[in-house]
């Protein structure tokens, strides 16, 4: 069974640093592309972190560029999602998906296994 399993979320302070995993079971990692999105409420949801299957190109929205890294553990099946500097706007359920396709922006119509989503919230 194809399934994504994610860990991490919580409540964190703004400033603070979460580290986001989502492991996956039922095939491995290293085949896909993967990416983060995030929804918050009232939202869409939206494409945070990507890296391509193809020549491992990465992507980060702008709002997180320099504050969050993306990478992948193919020893362990399991990809992260380092949140560094959190801000009360990064506040949102996080999400992990995976994608057959070499692709570089995360375009969620591309993306067919999905993680079941963390609650990060950042608040004094």
């Known amino acids: 069974q194809v399934q994504l399993v994610e860990s991490g979320g919580g409540l964190v302070q703004p400033g603070g640093s979460l580290r986001l995993s989502c492991t996956a079971s039922?095939?491995?990692?290293?085949?896909?592309?993967i990416a983060w999105f995030r929804q918050a409420p009232g939202k869409e949801r939206e494409g945070v972190s990507c890296?391509?299957?193809?020549?491992?190109?990465?992507y980060y929205a702008d709002s997180v560029k320099g504050r969050f890294t993306i990478s992948r553990d193919n020893t362990k099946n399991t990809m992260y999602l380092q949140m560094n500097s959190l801000k009360p706007e990064d506040t949102a359920v996080y999400y992990c998906?995976?994608?057959?396709?070499?692709?570089?922006?995360?375009?969620?119509?591309?993306?067919?296994?999905w993680g079941q989503g963390t609650q990060v919230t950042v608040s004094s």
């Open positions: 039922g095939f491995t990692l290293d085949h896909y592309t």
């Open positions: 890296i391509s299957s193809g020549d491992g190109s990465t």
């Open positions: 998906a995976t994608s057959e396709y070499s692709i570089v922006f995360p375009t969620s119509t591309l993306f067919g296994s």
